[in-house]
């Protein structure tokens, strides 16, 4: 069984690893966000594709949720000192996957290509895409402006409320090499418990993607990223209520018209109406043993 | 009594250090070489700027001869793991200063500015001025064809030998601010034992620097890089014996043609012919006294 999986960063990365535990590397190619990609100090820095990257590999600091474990943090703090902007925090092992990537991108290798040769340097046998080579930025429309998603994110720890997103680049960004060719080939289609607007929104904003989704000829099912009406972590809930007027499955549903089959949703929402039919189990994925269940649950979906 | 030094880079480096520490750092100026300066993945590092400021900033590694003390290199272990080239190394703090100036020139912030603003946050009270503002780049004419200085210098150890060099955008480039005031305000203008060719040719190839020496209306002393026709590191003696024909103070002087009116030289080539006045002294910079020693020598031209 094949599954092809849209996903962000922390939630969409433990999803990608319970697939990846349940089915094996071979069966699961993972479509990664690149809208919060960004530059610092012209570095290119893909903060989803490395939570995932990372995450599969085994060497996410998972406390913070991002980053590397055992990381150093001597150049940040360098910088510091000489009066640079540090709000991004890179630390120093992180720094050289930048480094890396950053001197492949400038030689012409696509983000894709240059994202496979991080996996196997790092024993990731999983397929990680991104979803697209091209430029894809996602833009944060709020009260006080318009902000980069990492200014808004990050910078100003997503205090600002949102009014709306631009996917600066979707219009002319084609689908990285391999992922049609993953959704098409795919006996599933899973979207990771990840933001809709701002993980699995960039990814959908790519035409060719969002289209491979609705002339899909296997189910699709999401899993929402609430329990009871809470984001686990990030600003999901907020904008849901803001953007969709509710936090309950109908509404992470609302998000996904038209490009899924089911959604799975936590015990503490089985009694809401999820718009389309309903998976309910234990969504959070505390340990291996969590997202075994999950995973499980997302494979039992009649294909 | 006030000093413009022309320096390159671990020479240049300890000359400035020898001079500030005898004259107080409000009596020196170094002007220096930004020939050598490369990107790494778009970081722009400026090695001989880097090791003068490191050097006063007392944060040099002595032993290495570059970059800084106490240093670690996550960063570059996590790079070459995962396929980089890292043959121009970048310890982790040193990445932090990389890191803060790239996003500085990407701002717009000229090279002296943002090379002010590093001292100032380092504690060096000295002015150190990259020579221009402008791109400046040293290429190397070698048998086996053209290389970027770091090229031919770190990637293959200064193994080619020397046909000839070409200072990539030094005819229109600018002296940096400041730089030609405090060649003009300067009651001695003296030149580093540093590489004749790579390290203080860049810096004369600007043409207003070179104006401004051509015209000077107060003494300058070049301090020769060799000691018994060595040079003390680097391959500046091969240089001298493959372009000027041999290494005696006089090919020194060669290169300095009508802009020096005295070559220091050490009490090994004192019966050599210098072409200039010699000063006869113990060159080697092997610990303070030996700094003060020089500079004493130095500072001793009838002014």
Redesign the interface.
Known sequence: MKVAVLAGGLGGSRFALALTETLGPGAVTVVGNVGDDLE????HVSPDLDTIVYTLAGVLDAERGWG?AG??W????????????TWFQ???????????????L?RGEPLSAVTA??CR??GVETAVLPASDDRLRTWVATPTGELSFQEWFVRRQHRDEVDGFRFEGAEAARAAPGVLQALDGADLIAIAPSNPFVSIGPILAVAEIRAALESRRVPAVAVSPLIAGRAVRGPADRMLARLKGGTSPAQVTDCYKGLIDALVVDEADADEDAGVPAIVTRTLMSDAGARHRLAEAVLAVPV
Chains 1, 2 share one sequence.
């Open positions: 610092v100090a012209g570095l590397r990381e150093t001597n150049a940040r703090a360098a910088a510091e000192q000489l009066g640079a902007e890179l630390g120093d092992r992180d720094l050289g996957l930048h480094l890396a990537r950053t001197e492949a400038r040769r991080i340097a790092l």
